[in-house]
């Protein structure tokens, strides 16, 4: 057997009496041709290695190692194990790992300068593990991960878009950002009741450092808490009117209009005043 011979998706959850489970925020993309075409968006291929977050029963992971790359998947559901380890037998480039990715210390996983993380990842934990691959000590080559429609607007739109806020800054400072592929909630098994798209990431070469990360956080959560107030009065508790002018920025304006430079001068001048 090979990787293209496989059962299809829905026949081994049926052998396996397997079903979603909505704690884990599961809904299985059973359409490899969907899955191949991520694949193709992730552009990774032969030398390279992935880590994939929640693969269930596989079809991204199929899709990903038939390109060549390595890859390491991290799942937290035991019951997919057994599925996993018949993708393992016919082919050698893949390891899973059974474990919580908000846990994981990614750097220790592998040793090669071209880690990219492809994942549809769980709705549950989308972003909070985001924003750990963006702000911590480890930065991936790329990122192309699936989100609800509606978390991929937070992170790709700009000032004065309806989605812009706190996401948004963070991710468009340490990458740039695109949407690259809609998915429909009738490609996945179950329809979940929102639709997803497919976000890529690519790191900026100048990645801010861990202070200004750790500033540009506190900023936002501030501004982006009281998002349809003026800065003046949402960053009250961080300096008002002396840190927003020594940003160069007009305290009447909100912080839906700001864009990133603006936040990363206001995290610059909160620095400052340490």
Not at 45 to 56: A, K, L, S, T
Not at 67 to 82: L, S, W
Not at 88 to 112: F, G, R
Not at 209 to 221: E, F, G, M, N, V
Request: charged share 20%; glycine share 6%.
């Amino acid at each position: 057997m090979t990787l293209e011979t496989l059962p299809p998706l829905r026949d081994v959850l049926e052998a396996h009496g397997l079903w979603a489970n909505k704690a884990f925020g599961q809904h299985f993309l059973l359409d490899l041709n969907i899955t191949r075409k991520i694949a193709r968006l992730a552009q990774v291929g032969p030398g390279d290695h992935v880590i994939e977050v929640g693969p269930g029963p596989g079809g991204l992971t199929r899709a990903l190692l038939e390109t060549g790359a390595q890859v390491t998947a991290i799942e937290k559901d035991p019951r997919f194990q057994p599925i996993l380890y018949e993708i393992i037998k016919v082919s050698d480039h893949l390891h899973v790992m059974l474990a919580d990715a908000l846990k994981v210390v990614e750097a220790d996983l592998v040793d090669n300068p071209h880690v990219h993380i492809v994942s549809n990842l769980p709705y549950n934990v989308g972003t909070p593990l985001l924003i750990k691959w963006l702000t911590g000590p480890w930065t991936p080559a790329s990122l192309t991960l699936m989100f609800q429609r509606e978390v991929a607007d937070r992170i790709t739109e700009g000032p004065g878009e309806e989605a812009y806020g706190r996401l948004a800054v963070i991710v468009q400072a340490t990458c740039r950002a695109r949407r690259v592929m809609d998915v429909p909630a009738r490609a996945f098994s179950p329809p979940p009741r929102v639709e997803s798209a497919v976000v890529r990431l690519e790191p900026l070469p100048e990645r801010p450092s861990p202070a200004r990360l750790d500033a540009l956080q506190k900023i936002t959560a501030a501004a982006f808490g009281q998002r349809r107030k003026m800065l003046r009065s949402s960053l009250k508790v961080l300096g008002g009117d002396a840190l927003i002018e020594a940003a160069g920025i007009d305290p009447q304006v909100r912080a839906e209009t700001v864009p990133v430079e603006g936040f990363l001068a206001l995290a610059d001048a909160w620095i400052a005043t340490r």
